[in-house]
């Protein structure tokens, strides 16, 4: 069992950048899948980034290469979003995911999730 605590949210103009933080428990978190994930009001939650146990393979939508930037450190159980060059159309609930690689990029309803982070990007 994983539990998972997304923090780092807010207000920022577009432009600004954010660091998303999620703090898992549990001791499997070094073997675990990273993901963080997004859902813009009244649209599906859709995938955003990705990182493996050891950190050295990374996967990102599309919309976010180049600014957005997973990163983990595993002796503190945790997992960051760094975003940079907002955009007004970035604003969403940002959520955390954790599960083996095949569960968080193809079924991630089967993962472990966090309760998510409002991220709101004014013009």
């Known amino acids: 069992q994983v539990q998972l605590v997304e923090s780092g949210g807010g207000l920022v103009q577009a432009g600004g950048s954010l660091r998303l933080s999620c703090a898992a428990s549990?001791?499997?978190?070094?073997?675990?899948?990273m993901a963080w994930f997004r859902q813009a009001p009244g649209k599906e939650r859709v995938f955003v980034a990705a990182?493996?146990?050891?950190?050295?393979?990374?996967y990102y939508a599309d919309s976010v290469k180049g600014r957005f930037t997973i990163s983990r450190d595993n002796a503190m159980n945790t997992v960051y979003l760094q975003m940079i060059s907002l955009k007004p159309e970035d604003t969403s609930v940002f959520y955390c995911?954790?599960?083996?690689?095949?569960?968080?990029?193809?079924?991630?309803?089967?993962?472990?999730w966090g309760q998510g982070t409002q991220v709101t990007v004014s013009s």
């Open positions: 990182i493996n146990w050891g950190g050295g393979t990374t």
């Open positions: 995911a954790a599960g083996n690689r095949a569960v968080v990029l193809t079924t991630p309803e089967s993962a472990y």
């Open positions: 549990g001791r499997a978190f070094s073997s675990y899948t």
